[in-house]
């Protein structure tokens, strides 16, 4: 319904679009940026680039494309934000999968991008729900081990353990697909 609203240029789209999903994009976005000003810079922007990129987009799931244009343009001003510091929970996410993604930028790495991006989509497939949501919620919208513990009824070290042989099951399934590491 909110898609047809977009397409039809209802002004009503936005706010359908904030009551059905906005507190899922603030939370990603808050969990990026830990700044509510501009958490809310952000959204806005999101609504924005919504607006002007359906039509002509058609995406097939509304809240995802939502997301990852949520989640681009908070990493963004994350990154402008704090381009002379170091962003340590940045840092330490990243550094949880180094050694299970293939590293460095190299024109043959480019071409070789979208073949580990498919191997790790058929994995995230083949996980149970509650795992592929772990998985997710740490490594793409940045949630913390406490916030998933306690929205998933486990003990923060049970989600770390989770995520660990999870991080292992990865670079197993890389390894098997042929992705070099």
């Known amino acids: 319904m909110i898609l047809r609203l977009f397409q039809a240029r209802s002004e009503d789209a936005i ?7 906005g ?4 939370r990603i976005v808050n969990e990026i940026l830990a700044n509510s000003q501009d958490t809310e810079e ?6 924005m680039k919504l607006w002007t990129t359906i039509p002509p987009q058609k995406p097939r799931f509304l809240s995802a494309y939502a997301v990852r ?19 340590e929970r940045k840092n330490v996410l990243f550094s949880e999968l180094e050694e299970c993604l293939p590293g460095g930028s190299s024109p043959e790495r480019e071409s070789e991008a979208a073949e580990t991006l498919s191997a790790i989509e058929r994995w995230l497939d083949g996980l149970g729900e509650r795992d ?3 998985f997710l919620r740490r490594y793409f919208a940045m ?3 406490e916030s998933m513990a ?10 770390s353990i989770r995520l660990c042989r999870m991080r292992s099951a990865l670079k197993e399934h890389l390894e098997k697909e042929g992705v070099t590491l």
């Not at 706010?15 to 999903?21: D, R």
């Not at 952000?42 to 609504?47: G, I, Q, R, S």
């Not at 244009?69 to 962003?87: G, P, Q, S, V």
Request: net charge positive.
């Open 15 to 21: 706010g359908q679009m904030e009551q059905k999903y």
């Open 23 to 26: 507190k899922l994009l603030r």
């Open 42 to 47: 952000v959204l806005n922007d999101t609504y």
């Open 69 to 87: 244009i949520a989640r681009n343009r908070a990493l963004k001003t994350l990154e402008y934000n704090r381009r002379l510091k170091r962003d």
């Open 132 to 134: 592929r949501s772990l």
């Open 143 to 145: 949630d913390s081990v």
């Open 150 to 159: 306690r929205d998933f009824g486990m003990s923060p070290n049970a989600v």
